[in-house]
């Protein structure tokens, strides 16, 4: 029969089959000798070896229509990025770093910035400012006082989304909104340190409605995105484009070069300055990456 994998948790896979269940699986070895790992999103072919207790084999991966490395889960529609405007504050660099994974992937991607009960006009207008001109769609929530999170649950109708973010930003909360029967443990920010603990260990999916999940995926302190080069660094920041044929030098890398468009475009404010000295760090970042 065939199902979903709706968790994974230290080699067993809990698949859900329509109609029959959850049940409790094992991969077959033949995936360690292919070096394939079943992910949380997987359509998969069981084999049912106690129909009681529940428990099978994993004996088939279905063809993946998308898969993602970090967070690790596959077939997603698009991805849902959390942060909070303030307390934590966003970690700007941690934010690029995701945002230009989910554009390797060709992922949609939205921004959600939660506690704007407790933000200011100016800050909820700059991290507006910084990202719609990059192209992304950018939402302010309030899980707390119930505020947009309808918004939310408009965009996620219909597919399969990724949730992810730091801890302590309010994922669980969110979850626990959209789908109060998932029950979802929920972690008290640290006040010595304003950072979240670690509540969500696993990835699971979580259904909302007809067609509808959320994969809700363990927070992340950073991101490592060495697997790209220098050279292609600038291909994941979607606001230079425009501004790269006015650049002098063909296969610019916007850094010490001069008649520089996209550094121009900084100058006068038609690209974020944030995002453009995150885009200087992770250059020199990947600089420094030896190649074998």
Do not use: W
Not at 246 to 269: I, L, Y
């Amino acid at each position: 029969m065939q199902g979903k994998i709706i968790k994974g948790i230290a080699g067993f896979y809990y698949v859900h089959v329509e109609g029959h269940g959850v049940y409790e699986c094992k991969a077959k070895g033949i995936f360690r000798k292919e070096h394939v790992k079943p992910l949380v999103g997987d359509d998969v072919d069981v084999d049912v070896l106690d129909e009681k207790e529940k428990l099978g084999n994993i004996r088939r991966i279905l063809p993946r229509k998308s898969a993602l490395i970090r967070p690790a889960v596959a077939n997603v529609d698009q991805a849902l990025i959390l942060f909070a405007i303030v307390k934590p504050d966003p970690n700007f660099n941690l934010l690029d770093r995701f945002l230009i994974r989910m554009e390797r992937q060709n992922l949609p991607t939205i921004i959600c910035f939660n506690k704007q009960d407790i933000a200011t006009s100016e800050e909820k207008d700059s991290l507006r400012s910084a990202y719609e001109s990059c192209g992304y769609q950018v939402l302010f929530i309030s899980v707390l006082e119930n505020e947009g999170v309808e918004s939310v649950r408009k965009l996620l109708f219909g597919k399969t989304t990724t949730l992810a973010g730091p801890s302590g930003v309010g994922k669980s909360s969110l979850i626990n909104k959209l789908s109060p029967m998932a029950n979802m443990e929920t972690g008290a920010i640290s006040e010595k340190i304003e950072r979240g603990r670690h509540t969500t260990r696993h990835s699971e999916i979580i259904a909302l409605g007809e067609e509808t999940y959320i994969v809700d995926t363990p927070g992340f302190t950073s991101l490592d995105i060495s697997e790209i080069t220098k050279e292609e660094l600038g291909g994941y920041y979607p606001e230079f484009l425009q501004y790269e044929p006015a650049c002098k030098f063909r296969g610019c890398a916007h850094m010490s070069e001069p008649s520089c468009g996209v550094k121009e475009a900084v100058e006068t404010g038609k690209i974020s300055r944030v995002r453009y000295e995150n885009y200087r760090m992770l250059y020199q970042e990947l600089k420094e990456v030896k190649r074998y």
